[in-house]
């Protein structure tokens, strides 16, 4: 019963996140790239008067907002794991949809686990994209590394980083992030570890053993 509601959990999740993106993509950021078209064609007409520092402010924030956006959009939007693995979606991401961080990002994922069912490849897209988000926004890291692997059939993958750690017993109310990576792990029935300390870094490993998973939703 608990997978079957991990498994629902994560189908809902997915569902409102593509809703999300499909939102940002046709109401929000036409709107973001309307108002950025009238702020640069109002300032070729003003010509030296356009390098008022107000001005430029203003399109400044407009420019920002609309790269926010597309961030956002990127980082919420359906992978289709038809078409493109997992792999490649994941390096699409740490290169197009993180802003600008000073972070070293290392990608060391072995070719064998590539190419993996649809849901346990979700999962652990999603779970890396969490992981490392967390590691810059929160942990204020400068390394973080991807490593995946495939041993006698186990697949293990773990994110690693260099920030500033926190208390796992101790994360307040509000913050989904490790609460969908948990959810995540369980629905393709993967143990999960969690290790972290003030000041130490974090440690995200995901472990899933041979079936049921890999033949589930295949």
């Known amino acids: 019963m ?3 509601r991990d498994d629902r959990f994560v189908d809902l999740l997915e569902q409102q996140q593509a809703e999300f993106a499909n939102e940002l993509h046709d109401t929000l950021l036409p709107w973001l790239f309307a108002a950025r078209l009238q702020v640069e064609q109002l300032q070729a ?3 030296d008067a356009a390098f008022d520092p107000q001005f430029i402010a203003i ?6 907002a609309d790269g926010a956006g597309r961030r956002l959009m990127n980082h919420y939007d359906s992978p289709d794991f038809q078409t493109v693995t997992w792999h490649a979606t994941l390096q699409h991401y740490i290169s197009r949809g993180l802003g600008t961080h000073n972070a070293e990002i290392h990608l060391e994922l072995a070719a064998d686990t590539a190419d993996l069912p649809s849901n346990v490849a979700l999962a652990f897209y999603r779970i890396a994209q969490e992981a490392v988000r967390n590691a810059l926004r929160h942990g204020k890291a400068s390394l973080v590394t991807v490593h995946c692997r495939c041993r006698d059939g186990i697949y293990q993958l773990s994110i690693n980083d260099n920030g500033c750690g926190f ?3 101790q994360v307040p109310a509000g913050h989904y992030g490790l609460r969908n990576i948990r959810r995540r792990a369980a629905a393709v029935a993967a143990s999960l570890i969690i290790d972290s300390h003030p000041g130490s870094g974090t440690n995200v490993q995901v472990i899933l053993k041979p079936a049921p998973a890999l033949s589930a939703h295949a």
């Open 2 to 4: 608990a997978a079957e």
């Open 45 to 47: 007409a003003l010509g």
């Open 59 to 64: 399109l400044d924030t407009l420019t920002q």
């Open 167 to 169: 208390d796992v017993d």
